[in-house]
T-cell receptor, first 111, second 117 residues
């Protein structure tokens, strides 16, 4: 079963707007990561947030983590057409050396 | 996708035939993973390896086997392919786990698209 579930499944915005996507998970985590996947390509790591952190920034990306609600959000500010992609959250739990991925949010940024 | 290559990139086969997908890395990373990606399911872990000859099952391992005889190669085998195994298969590698700054961060290959007729 999926550990992470992203919301919304699809998002369409105009260039320059902010994009927010959410991830909910079921069990306690060590860290949560966000990945991007361009059409027909492999996933690319964007950002990692640990369970004891509440917010991380990387360029135009802002990630928050609320462990009490078992949820995370990814904010992309000032979106560009090149941000068009699918975005996945992934969680690491316990001592496992494996990531469990959610089903993804498909972001479309139009000019 | 530097440092990790998958082969073949595309394959069409018939039900009942064996298929082997290869993942090759030049990063000397300890951990290697095979995921499959299907619409509506995201990525699901098939098998992973935490060292030479050390492998473990993921959540969708039935019908798949793996082998890792060298650090750089991780093979995924479908002993008798079925139509339900039509998918895009991704290999990923990771150099570190635990509490370090690179903990469990994966680098993915470009994917192998398998069609079972």
């Amino acid at each position: 079963s999926q550990q992470g579930e992203e919301d919304p499944q699809a998002l369409s915005i105009q260039e320059g707007e902010n994009a927010t996507m959410n991830c909910s998970y079921k069990t306690s985590i060590n860290n949560l990561q966000w990945y991007r996947q361009n059409s027909g390509r492999g996933l690319v790591h964007l950002i990692l947030i640990r369970s004891n952190e509440r917010e991380k920034h990387s360029g135009r990306l802002r990630v928050t983590l609320d462990t009490s609600k078992k949820s995370s959000s990814l904010l992309i500010t000032a979106s560009r057409a090149a941000d068009t992609a699918s975005y996945f959250c992934a969680t690491v739990t316990g001592t496992a050396s494996k990531l469990t991925f959610g089903t993804g949010t498909r972001l479309q940024v139009t000019l | 996708d530097a440092g990790i290559t998958q082969s073949p990139r595309h394959k069409v086969t018939e039900t009942g035939t064996p298929v082997t997908l290869r993942c090759h890395q030049t990063e000397n990373h300890r951990y290697m993973y095979w995921y499959r990606q299907d619409p509506g399911h995201g990525l699901r872990l098939i098998h992973y390896s935490y060292g030479v000859k050390d492998t473990d099952k993921g959540e969708v391992s039935d019908g798949y086997s793996v082998s890792r005889s060298k650090t750089e190669d991780f093979l995924l085998t479908l002993e008798s392919a079925t139509s339900s195994q039509t998918s895009v298969y991704f290999c990923a590698i990771s150099g570190a786990t635990g509490g370090g700054s690179g903990a469990n961060v994966l680098t993915f290959g470009a994917g192998s698209r398998l069609t079972v007729l």
